[in-house]
């Protein structure tokens, strides 16, 4: 998957700013993609350069104009063509599973700090999961499927994150 799919994911569904498509990322899309404000403006500019995007810009008093991103039909076919076409495997790069094979050679304060760190960013995880769920699909059997398809997503993540924590347990039940 690639920022480009998700950006025009994100702005077929309706024309936005940069930030507007960052708040986007942060509210409905973290489960599914990180990607920093950088990355985003830097990946907007090149998407419009190609043809993607269209861009109005709206004049503000006292504050910078607003560039409103929308995607154009040449975006509409990338978007349909990668839709289309099937994903690649994915590599699991987790740099954590590194320290594993060096197990012996990894001090026990470090490892400990680093697994009660994960336990951590992994609680924080599934509530920011929880309050998505109860914002976006409190209702999941109401709505209709392609309605519910992001909750599915939503789902696989907070099984996902629930799995690392039973992990983080077996580890921590062996006494590291």
């Given at each position: 998957?690639?920022?480009?799919?998700?950006?025009?994911?994100?702005?077929?569904?309706?024309?936005?700013?940069?930030?507007?498509?960052?708040?986007?990322?942060?509210?409905?899309?973290?489960?599914?993609?990180?990607?920093?404000?950088?990355?985003?403006?830097?990946?907007l500019?090149?998407?419009?350069?190609?043809?993607?995007l269209?861009?109005?810009?709206?004049?503000?008093?006292?504050?910078?104009?607003?560039?409103?991103?929308?995607?154009?039909?040449?975006?509409?076919?990338?978007?349909?063509?990668?839709?289309a076409?099937?994903?690649?495997?994915?590599a699991?790069?987790?740099?954590?599973?590194?320290?594993?094979?060096?197990?012996?050679?990894?001090?026990?304060?470090?490892?400990?700090?680093?697994?009660?760190?994960?336990?951590?960013?992994?609680?924080?995880?599934?509530?920011?999961?929880?309050?998505?769920?109860?914002?976006?699909?409190?209702d999941?059997?109401?709505?209709?499927?392609?309605?519910?398809?992001?909750?599915?997503?939503?789902?696989?993540?907070?099984?996902?994150?629930?799995?690392?924590?039973?992990w983080?347990?077996?580890?921590?039940?062996?006494?590291?």
């Amino acid at each position: 998957m690639s920022l480009r799919a998700v950006l025009l994911i994100t702005l077929q569904r309706e024309p936005g700013t940069g930030y507007d498509v960052l708040q986007r990322f942060k509210t409905g899309l973290a489960h599914v993609w990180q990607a920093s404000h950088q990355q985003i403006y830097r990946e907007l500019d090149k998407m419009r350069g190609a043809g993607l995007l269209d861009c109005e810009t709206v004049p503000q008093a006292e504050r910078p104009d607003r560039k409103v991103y929308s995607i154009t039909p040449a975006g509409r076919a990338e978007l349909d063509a990668w839709l289309a076409a099937p994903l690649g495997p994915s590599a699991v790069r987790q740099p954590l599973f590194a320290k594993f094979f060096i197990w012996e050679d990894w001090p026990a304060e470090a490892r400990q700090r680093e697994l009660a760190s994960l336990r951590e960013q992994l609680n924080a995880r599934l509530q920011a999961y929880a309050a998505i769920e109860k914002e976006w699909f409190s209702d999941p059997q109401a709505l209709t499927a392609a309605q519910r398809a992001p909750w599915h997503t939503l789902r696989l993540g907070q099984q996902l994150t629930e799995t690392w924590l039973t992990w983080l347990e077996e580890i921590q039940a062996e006494g590291e």
